[in-house]
Each structure stands twice: as structure tokens, then as C-alpha cells.
């Protein structure tokens, strides 16, 4: 039978396309409030070059140009603005920069889906407008939407019980949970999924007419 879905579909080549938003995180996480907008210029630099290159050799991502757009904004605000808007954006902006981005690919999963930019270059051109390379890239693209969008309220809910924590004590096993084994959870269930579920989709369209 003819290889018609994205099997060979590198979820690490996916999560290539985020490593400026982890950069963004784990920098502005280093540097505070003051760093932020130098953090989100970095990111922004990062996802410049992505974009460059992906002109170069076919053409940028979408995951690419949200982040060159969104990482821009962060910077020219943080450096146009007073302390406190550094201070809001290092509280609240920095972690609801998973929420935006998830939310993005979400909306546009059913649309445009931003897994069948990496599937293509594994699945050939005859096949892209197949029903069941749809299907697969629409799951896809909708599954990594909801992990990073769960990833980025992950880090909300910590601002959210920092700033209404009382005493001295902080909730640094609560901390841990949502900021490091939430995200890598994730990641780790995206990646398997990303690689099990074309051969399982697949298997579930050749059903009917294996049974007929």
C-alpha cells in the first residue's frame, strides 16, 4: 500500500520550532523583570534566523512566524516600557506566551494545520490533499495545541499562587510539579503520540475494507 500518511513525521524536528519560546522562558527566568525584553529579543532573533532559513531552503513555518511576531511585540513593549510593565511582563506575560502560542495552533488546526508543514517533507506531493493525511495532521496539530496551551496555564496557575501566597513559605513541590514535570510530561506524551498515532490512523482506515 502506498506510504499516504506521515508516517516518518520527526516529532523532534516539531520541537525544534519551539526552542525559542523555551529559550524566551528559561532566560527571562534567569534575568527577572529587567531581563525580559532582552530575553524576548533573543527569542525574537532566533526565530528570525528559523525564518531566513526556511525561505532559504522551502519556506518558514507557521510556528516560526508566531514566534518572530509574538517575541517582537514582548521586546518593543518591554523596552518602550516603565518597570512595571517589565514586572507584568516577567509575572504574566512570560508564562501566558504558552497560552497565546497554543491557542494559535489550535484556531488554526482544523484550517492550516502546522504538523502537515513537517509531514510533507517526508509524505510525497501526490498524497497531501488525502483525506487520511488530513485527518492526521488536524489530530496532531489540535494534540500539540492543547499541550502547550496546558503547558502555558501550567505557568499561570504558578503566578497566580505566587502573588496570593501567604507567609514566607513557597510551594516549592507545587512549583516543581507545575513547572518542570507538567511541561516534560507533556513533551514526552507529544512526542510518543506524534510517532504512533499515523500507523494507528492508518490501520483504522484499512479496517472497512479489509472487513468488507
Do not use: C
Not at 508543514?117 to 517526508?122: D, G, I, L, P, V
Not at 498524497?127 to 485527518?135: E, I, T
Not at 492526521?136 to 499562587?161: C, E, Q, R, Y
Amino acid at each position: 500500500m502506498p506510504d499516504n500518511s506521515p508516517k516518518n513525521l520527526n516529532p523532534l524536528s516539531i520541537f525544534v520550532g519551539f526552542v525559542p519560546w523555551i529559550v524566551f522562558t528559561l532566560v527571562a527566568q534567569r534575568l527577572a523583570a529587567d531581563g525580559v525584553a532582552w530575553s524576548a529579543l533573543l527569542a525574537a532573533v532566533m526565530s528570525l534566523v528559523f525564518v531566513i532559513y526556511g525561505r532559504r531552503t522551502s519556506s518558514p513555518t507557521q510556528i516560526e512566524m508566531y514566534s518572530l511576531v509574538l517575541f517582537t511585540v514582548i521586546a518593543v513593549v518591554g523596552f518602550i516600557g516603565d518597570h512595571r510593565v517589565d514586572q507584568w511582563l516577567y509575572e504574566w506575560g512570560r508564562p501566558l506566551v504558552g497560552v497565546v502560542l497554543g491557542l494559535a495552533v489550535l484556531a488554526t488546526s482544523s484550517i492550516r494545520p502546522f504538523t502537515a508543514e513537517y509531514a510533507k517533507k517526508s509524505t510525497p506531493r501526490e498524497y497531501w490533499g488525502s483525506p487520511l493525511f488530513r485527518r492526521i495532521n488536524l489530530v496532531l496539530s489540535a494534540a500539540w495545541g492543547v499541550a502547550i496551551t496546558l503547558m502555558g496555564a501550567a505557568a499561570v496557575l504558578v503566578t497566580a499562587l505566587d502573588a496570593h501566597a501567604t507567609g514566607t513559605d513557597s510551594p516549592y513541590l507545587l512549583d516543581f510539579f507545575l513547572n518542570w514535570a507538567v511541561p516534560i510530561g507533556l513533551i514526552v506524551w507529544m512526542v510518543h503520540f506524534t510517532n504512533t498515532y499515523p500507523d494507528r490512523a492508518e490501520r483504522d482506515a484499512e479496517e472497512p475494507s479489509t472487513t468488507a
